[in-house]
């Protein structure tokens, strides 16, 4: 018997000290999380230096160390010179916004559309790097109302679309003067979609009955557990066709030029086609676009970075599935389509 409740305390202490030690693991990571979420603010990247820092790094372990000497001098005597030139070179402020079904990314671009539109005047100019699959027609709106602020103050906007600029990505993107893709970047899909299951015929089979009381004509149309009629279709095609002519007239607004009857199928395209029906104006990766810059502006990325509570970010895992399924469907698109 004594053996037993030694053996049986012995693993008591074991079990205790495993909680104990899941619980301290578990602490370290929320606080460092905490710690990460309550950091809110500006954050400034100057990408000449990073540039330079870079090619130095390669030119050191590349060259001899004669050459190296020699490199150094240079580039302090031109460092120098840069320094005692009396006009500074133009600047170029490069902002990153990567898209979701919510545009979550919008209270983070407001404040840095905020802060550079107190520095920056219509010498200057705007890079907005852009990756957005779209998504919540109202979000996106919000978000393309944000570069619409930069260029009603005549600074020139340029955005730039590496991926994906679809749907609503669209909305954002043709607000610019200026709008750049690589050669196999989705944009397009300037079209408004619905999509909903219906549950009622299922629970017609269990049983089940829906209730379901509104104030109002059309305050529900179709729902997930009610029955649908013709009426309630018709209802919801009448509004997303409104939706779709809103699209079409700020689309037409920023690129008069487009035949918009032609584009606003709710078709995409690539890169290179998207030039050829006036999507795009240039054919150019954002790499490409900045490694130009760099050689005669003064280049800036901004980021500014939100606190985040800690029920958001646990809840935040549901969204980013949404994102990845809905991002996986424009893959298998693009996908289906290349030669095998």
Not at 129 to 145: I, K, Q, T
């Amino acid at each position: 018997m004594t053996g037993f409740i030694a053996d049986y305390g012995l693993f008591l202490l074991k079990t205790a000290t495993f909680v104990v030690a899941i619980v301290v693991v578990i602490g370290v990571i929320a606080s460092a999380g905490r710690k990460a979420a309550d950091q809110e603010g500006l954050e400034i990247e100057d990408l000449n230096r990073k540039y330079q820092s870079l090619a130095s790094a390669l030119k050191q372990a590349v060259m001899n160390k004669a050459d190296w000497k020699k490199e150094m001098k240079a580039e302090k005597a031109r460092d120098k010179a840069d320094a005692k030139a009396e006009e500074s070179p133009p600047r170029a402020f490069v902002i990153e916004f990567k898209g979701d079904l919510k545009a979550s990314a919008v209270p983070s671009l407001r404040e840095e559309v905020s802060a550079l539109l107190e520095v920056a005047t219509s010498d200057d100019q705007v890079i907005i790097c852009l990756e957005n699959y779209g998504g919540v027609v109202h979000e996106h709106g919000l978000a393309a109302s944000q570069l619409v602020r930069i260029r009603d103050r005549e600074i020139p906007l340029t955005v730039v679309v590496d991926k994906v600029a679809a749907s609503g990505g669209y909305l954002m993107a043709c607000v610019a003067n200026k709008i750049l893709a690589a050669p196999f970047a989705i944009l397009g899909s300037i079209g408004v979609v619905a999509q909903i299951p219906n549950f009622n015929r299922l629970m017609d089979e269990r049983g089940i009955e829906f209730e379901q009381v509104t104030a109002g004509k059309h305050k529900r149309n179709v729902t997930m557990f009610g029955k649908n009629t013709d009426e309630d279709r018709a209802k919801l095609k009448e509004e997303l066709e409104d939706v779709h002519a809103l699209f079409k007239d700020a689309v037409t607004r920023y690129r008069p030029d487009l035949d918009i009857e032609a584009i606003a199928t709710g078709e995409h395209w690539y890169g290179s086609r998207a030039l050829e029906m006036g999507l795009a104006d240039e054919i150019k990766t954002s790499d490409e676009l900045l490694a130009e810059l760099v050689q005669d502006h003064d280049l800036f990325r901004l980021s500014y970075k939100i606190k985040v509570p800690l029920q958001k970010r646990l809840l935040s895992g549901a969204d980013a599935a949404l994102e990845r399924l809905e991002s996986s469907g424009w893959r298998r698109r693009f996908e289906s389509r290349l030669p095998r």
